[in-house]
């Protein structure tokens, strides 16, 4: 018998190798394995799907619709208690939302299928009749006042008209059109046609807004014209001067009115003072810090019993955060500023000047009156008596604002990668064309001897 004999089912190299060490396996991961190497694909994958053509689209539609709904259930829960103490059904202020949001949504979708030439088109009747509406406001007996502003003209029944809402969209339609007229022929290097007469016809609006005594809208406007003078490339001493002058103008307007002058004193204001001048604003504070991360639920809102003034107006956000939370108000800023993201978005990977103006005009308009109102609210602000747009309570307010987005929509529609991208996702005849085609396969297939197809 040999020495060394072998055992069944052993190899002789496994033999030899008896008595060896074996050498330590690697702990290394093979790459692209790793936690590190996940996070990077996600990364990638984030930047592929926001870098995509629709994303603008996507945005604009999807966080201006959530706004809009949440808006209408914060309007039903924040109007509830005014309208019983007024001797009206629960959902009585709901209800004129309702249908005015109905009616934006007819005018977002018919302005986002607009063509951009019929967008331009429209500038000039928008503005007139804006004007004509607003002289209207100021005439006795046909104007009526609200809250000591004389802005709006009565519709009859509980229904009413704040032209001076339609002002924004009227400038913002005009002065593109205006900027993009001149910029195509290369006058806006020349202080005067870059001036003459967008500045004029802003003021015109402006001092007719400032008559009702509505200083909030007026910085709205003015915020927008900042905003157009700006995209089109104002130099910094004539942007500069501009403000400067709309800086006096303001402060003068706030020292010669003890009004506004109460509510500069109530910025930051922990206590309702003396004669309650700071009430609203304390109170808004007293929602927001009552209202923990998750909120007090919806519809247990303390605050709207009588206590917060303009609770689903102006100060609707205050009433959010009592019953959402914080996890409910930094979704509706998470919304606005998704909103506004895209809206610069578009402005930017545009080449239409027309486009570029008007896109970067509505984006400076719904951000700057959220961040007025969400800034007042927040006491960070003098409260201007802005609502919050697509969420607040008021008609007047929200169709031009929906038919702003809609604009919106169809300028980033335009876009030539979204155009395409849109294009190959439509078949060109629908669904007959799919019909027709599967019926031509089953008929070119040639039928196997065994009977399968």
Known sequence: MPAKQMLPGRRPSAVKAQGRKRPAVSARRPAGRGPLARLRRTQRQLRRAWDRPLTAYYLIFGSSLLITVLGLVMVYSASMIKALQLGLGDAYFFKKQ???????????????????KLHRALSYPVLAGTLFLMVLVQVPGIGVSINGNQNWISLGGPFMLQPSEFGKLALILWGADLLARK?????????????????PVAFLLLGL?????????????GAVLFGLLWLAGAPTRLFVGVLAFAGVIVALLIKTSPHRMDRLECLGATDPGKNDLCWQAVHGIYALASGGWFGSGLGASVEKWGQLPEAHTDFIFAITGEE?????????LALFAALGYAGIRVAGRTEDSFVRFAAGGVTTWITAQAVINIGAVLGLLPIAGVPLPLFSYGGSALLPTMFAVGLLIAFAREEPAARAALAMRQPKNGWRRTGMRWKSMRRRVKKRPSGER
Do not use: E
Request: glycine share 14%; proline share 3%; no cysteine.
């Open 183 to 199: 910029g195509d022929k290369g006058l806006l290097s020349q202080w005067k046609h870059l001036l003459v007469p967008l500045v």
């Open 98 to 116: 309702f249908i005015a949001a109905l009616i934006g949504t007819v005018l977002m979708l018919a302005a986002s299928r607009m063509p951009v």
């Open 324 to 332: 959402l939370g914080l996890a409910g108000t930094l979704s509706v």
């Open 209 to 221: 807004i400032m008559l009702g005594g509505d200083m909030g809208t007026a910085m709205i406007l």
